[in-house]
């Protein structure tokens, strides 16, 4: 094998540090969409990457929904600080007040569909025109078709039929006033090229990623966290568990597994093993209808 | 563990859907609640067996219509290697979709249907990956269930469509017998193909040698942007980030600046803030040159004693991906990586018919899927590689001044 050789992990990262590099030459205001999560973190981790030694050319945004787990939220301002990145943070709670906003109710009521209209509101109120974010084409069926550079029209809405052809290594990032352009530099990772990067590259992570004893219910084979975001019914049992997170969203959304794989190599170990896909396994949300990202990536979702 | 980009063509039967679930299905790459979404889907079309098909069906308005509208990716792994699959559709009306799937691709399966042989859309595939220099091809000759399995069937196959591989100069083709359907050949070698003494898909895909497939030999680098972070600690730190398109940049190597055509050396290599002897393509980069000189986003950075080629006037083949027809005369932007030229396409040549590789007269304007030979005249001087040499550095796009579109992808001659 030839001494010019890259491993996958090593092009990913390079393909991903070109295509930061593109968002901070053609757009004016870009904005990382971060979340907390693990994909984010590694998002964040690439970007300081490819702007080292200078600092990241633009703000980590949180569209806070309330309803984060806490260790998230101290995870991300203790980011914010380290790479001394902007945060800029706007809550779901001020814009359903604002807008009087009908909240979901019912036994799990997530504000996740709502978080379109407090990004919608926060790329109007600072003109961000380019918005990146860390999903990945292996999550998800409407992911898999979704572009590097994805063009979205003045509501945030995605066209499906209407997505520029992606050549080469060229990124089109030309928009007209009002248009904003979503940006997934980590497109090509799956769940396992993210966890072993993670892994080579020692960042670090909330620790809900990792093994630790939780209340709980179990509801239709899920773990939910028990916490004031949900309703516990007198029918369900709370429980105590060793668990851990495959994904962080909100509380109301994710859900937990059985875990006790407390480090970085367990956790590799245990998703090389598993038999479950990361959405299907966490998220409560995408199981309401088959098309559900679908119809939320056209109205504007991440 | 490296990593394999891979692009299937085929018609509209001929089971691509297929072959790719059967692939991700076999190497145990599909997951328990896919599956469980999957039966329940089968179900509702009231088939016996697991549609693998519905797999790789993505949005509910190709659902709708049982048919794929867009290039969508997979991803999947063995121990040997990373997969990339661009799941491209078969459809007359969506060569762009191929070209687009087709433009990163390593390797191509094209499929065939026993039954049909090689047929008109099997030419339009091999032509594409021809124009687009996939340095690898596999022609899988698929359904081999419906044809009993003839040796003989496969045989004329392989006769007929080496013709086209020699009309068409493709190098590296490979051959494989299988039924996506019953997963013959596909992760393990059939038992009732026994005539039959390759590897099956999964291996040959895990086993072709891809190392030689960049080109290591002419270093190119185009800057995407300059990193002046302007700190008290960093008050003098200029670097030029970008990535090597190709070849390998040391330390004290004499470079030239273009198309300014101003020599210097590098006094500095970095990745992500480490220091470097030496780096190659396709790593992402920042150089740092000795001598003071002023150099923006889109100019390229080569060895002096191997320099491309600097012109404004550009012979090229244009696939053209837009609705909108091309209108010589018209104004565009030409992107070639990340130098952004205004450009003129001053003159088509002729049509390409991309089932025949015929010449043909130009007498409306391009249409969308067509292929053309023309003269593109730019702004400023490019500063490229012909394709044929260097794919990385001979490769652009037009963009529609007007609606922003992609509309063209650019092969520089």
């Not at chain 1, 050789?5 to 090593?10: K, S, V």
């Not at chain 2, 980009?5 to 692939?23: E, H, N, Q, Y």
């Not at chain 2, 493709?170 to 390759?198: M, Q």
Request: proline share 3%.
């Amino acid at each position: 094998m030839s001494k010019y050789h890259l491993d996958y992990l090593e092009q990913l990262e390079a393909e991903s540090i070109h295509i930061f590099r593109e968002i901070a030459a053609q757009f004016e205001k870009p904005a990382l969409l971060f979340s907390g999560g693990k994909d984010s973190i590694t998002l964040v981790h690439l970007a300081k990457k490819a702007f080292a030694p200078g600092r990241i050319p633009f703000p980590l945004v949180h569209i806070d929904t309330g309803h984060n787990f806490p260790e998230a939220l101290a995870y991300r301002d203790q980011l914010a600080e380290e790479v001394k990145a902007d945060l800029v943070v706007r809550k779901v709670e001020d814009t359903i007040k604002q807008r009087d906003l009908t909240e979901p109710k019912g036994k799990f009521a997530s504000r996740n569909w709502l978080q379109t209209y407090t990004l919608l509101d926060t790329i109007e109120e600072f003109g961000f025109d380019a918005c990146i974010g860390g999903a990945r084409r292996d999550e998800e069926k409407a992911r898999a078709k979704e572009r590097i550079f994805s063009v979205r029209d003045e509501f945030g809405q995605w066209n499906p039929k209407l997505q520029r052809p992606e050549l080469w290594g060229i990124y089109n990032g030309r928009i007209h006033k009002g248009e904003n352009v979503r940006v997934f530099p980590i497109s090509n990772w799956t769940e396992l090229d993210i966890w072993n990067y993670i892994r080579k590259e020692n960042i670090g992570l909330p620790s809900i990623y990792f093994s630790h004893e939780r209340e709980v219910i179990a509801h239709e084979g899920q773990l939910i966290a028990v916490s004031g975001f949900i309703q516990v019914d007198d029918t369900d049992t709370v429980i105590k568990k060793r668990v851990r997170y495959r994904t962080v969203g909100d509380m109301t959304c994710t859900a937990a597994v059985e875990s006790a794989a407390a480090t970085l190599d367990e956790v590799i170990n245990e998703i090389t093993a598993a038999r479950i896909s990361e959405r299907g396994e966490t998220r409560i949300d995408d199981k309401v209808t088959e098309a559900a990202m679908e119809d939320r990536k056209k109205n504007g979702y991440f | 563990m490296d990593l394999l980009r891979f692009i299937t063509a085929g018609s509209v039967d001929d089971g691509k859907s297929t072959l790719i679930g059967r692939l991700l299905y076999d190497s145990k790459n599909i997951l328990v609640d896919q599956l469980e979404a999957l039966e329940k889907q089968t179900r509702n079309k009231e088939a016996g067996v697991i549609d693998l098909a519905l797999l790789t069906d993505g949005l509910r308005a190709e659902r709708e219509q049982g048919i794929t509208i867009d290039v969508a990716y997979r991803y999947f792994s063995t121990p040997q290697r990373k997969f990339i699959i661009a799941d491209a559709p078969g459809h007359v009306q969506y060569t762009r979709n191929m070209i687009t799937g087709a433009s990163n691709a390593n390797l191509i399966i094209i499929l065939v249907d026993a039954r049909q042989g090689v047929v008109e859309q099997t030419r339009r595939h091999s032509i594409i990956a021809s124009l687009l220099k996939i340095p690898h091809v596999v022609v899988a000759v698929n359904k081999m269930d419906l044809v009993e399995y003839s040796q003989d069937v496969y045989n004329n196959i392989l006769i007929d469509y080496a013709e086209v591989a020699k009309q068409l100069g493709l190098k590296d083709v490979t051959y494989i017998p299988i039924s996506a359907l019953n997963g013959d050949n596909i992760v393990d070698r059939s038992s009732v193909i026994d005539w039959y003494e390759g590897k099956p898909l999964l291996q040959l895909l895990e086993e072709v040698e891809i190392g030689r497939d960049i080109n290591h030999a002419d270093a190119r680098f185009q800057v995407q942007l300059v990193i002046r972070p302007q700190t008290t600690d960093l008050h003098d730190y200029r670097g030029y980030a970008g990535k090597v398109a190709s070849g390998v940049y040391r330390k004290g190597d004499k470079v030239t600046v273009l198309p300014a055509n101003i020599e210097t050396s590098i006094s500095k290599l970095e990745i992500g803030g480490e220091e470097k002897e030496e780096v190659f393509a396709p790593q992402s980069v920042i150089i740092h040159l000795a001598d003071d000189i002023d150099i923006s986003r889109g100019d390229s950075i080569v060895k002096t004693d191997d320099q491309p080629q600097v012109a404004n006037e550009l012979e090229v083949l244009l696939c053209w991906l837009d609705e909108k027809p091309l209108q010589p005369g018209n104004k565009y932007y030409l992107q070639h990586n990340s130098r952004l030229l205004r450009a003129v396409v001053k003159q088509v040549e002729y049509k390409l018919d991309v089932n025949t590789l015929q010449q043909l007269p130009v007498e409306a304007g391009v249409k969308l899927n067509e292929v053309v030979k023309a003269t593109i005249k730019t702004a400023s001087p490019l500063v490229y590689d012909s394709y044929a040499k260097n794919q990385a550095d001979g490769s652009a796009i037009l963009v529609d001044e007007t609606s922003n579109n992609t509309v063209a992808a650019v092969l520089l001659q």
